[in-house]
């Protein structure tokens, strides 16, 4: 009896764990993004992990979809991969009153593509890294970056968006959700005040510090004085009381 209720426990606790770790590997099996910084108008750098192929077929081209918040892309070279950007007209919101023409308009990145010289392996990864300026936001706001994964055979779009309070999608698109803009200017003026501050407080001090110095040395040079005085009298002293031994002895 003993022994069936220990094997029916530990057959309970393989079949939990295999339920475990493949929910955990279902959940990393995602096209994920992770930043240098999420702050807003930060300049962050973006690394994305593909961690597997198209249902068991390696990945031939990965495309990534730039959001129209984001306007220049740096992408970062992989040996392995041929890199080309997509780009379209671009006029800045303020165009209108800075009398800005279509001809001096700019262009902005709508997507850089990875295209793989070797075919990755399905049961094989690989990342890759994007450097660009978020875009101003609220603490909370989503920057997804949606990613279009072609292999040999097959291809999945990653491209569905995350709802808060809703189990997480199928293909769901890699983001970087927002947090506060860092007031770097009223840092660097905090410092430059702090450092006036420092400097004010220390120059008093140092001026206290030479003048007592300067002070202390006259003693100092008395003291010599009147020792090399009293050794000499010392000296003296001495010569006399070996003199009078001398003739005391004469006698």
């Not at 475990?20 to 807003?40: F, I, M, N, Y």
């Not at 992408?75 to 671009?90: A, C, L, Q, R, S």
């Not at 800005?100 to 990755?120: C, F, M, N, Q």
């Not at 698109?173 to 702090?194: F, H, R, V």
Request: with cysteine; net charge negative; aromatic share 4%.
């Amino acid at each position: 009896m003993q022994k069936r209720l220990a094997l029916g426990g530990a057959a309970t606790l393989g079949v939990a764990a295999v339920i475990v770790l493949g929910t955990a590997a279902s959940a990393s099996a995602h096209v994920e993004a992770t930043s240098t910084s999420t702050a807003a108008n930060s300049y962050t750098t973006a690394t994305f992990s593909v961690p597997h192929g198209c249902d068991g077929s390696p990945t031939t081209k990965l495309q990534f979809h730039i959001p129209s918040s984001v306007i220049e892309v740096t992408p970062t070279v992989n040996p392995n991969w041929d890199i080309t950007k997509t780009t379209e007209k671009y006029t800045s919101p303020s165009a209108s009153s800075d009398d800005e023409s279509a001809e001096d308009a700019g262009e902005r990145v709508t997507s850089i593509t990875y295209a793989a010289k070797t075919p990755l392996p399905a049961d094989e990864r690989d990342t890759f890294s994007l450097s660009f300026s978020l875009p101003d936001g609220k603490p909370g706001d989503v920057v997804a970056l949606p990613v279009t994964q072609t292999c040999e055979q097959g291809s999945t779009e990653w491209d569905q968006a995350q709802k808060a309070g809703e189990a997480e999608p199928e293909h769901p698109a890699p983001a970087i959700t927002l947090t506060a803009a860092t007031a770097s200017g009223d840092d660097d003026d905090a410092t430059a005040a702090n450092a006036t501050d420092d400097d004010a407080t220390t120059a008093p001090a140092a001026s206290s510090a030479s003048s007592s110095s300067s002070s202390s040395s006259e003693p100092d040079l008395v003291g010599r004085f009147l020792g090399l005085g009293g050794l000499v009298l010392g000296a003296a002293g001495l010569v006399v009381a070996v003199a009078a031994t001398r003739r005391r002895s004469a006698k």
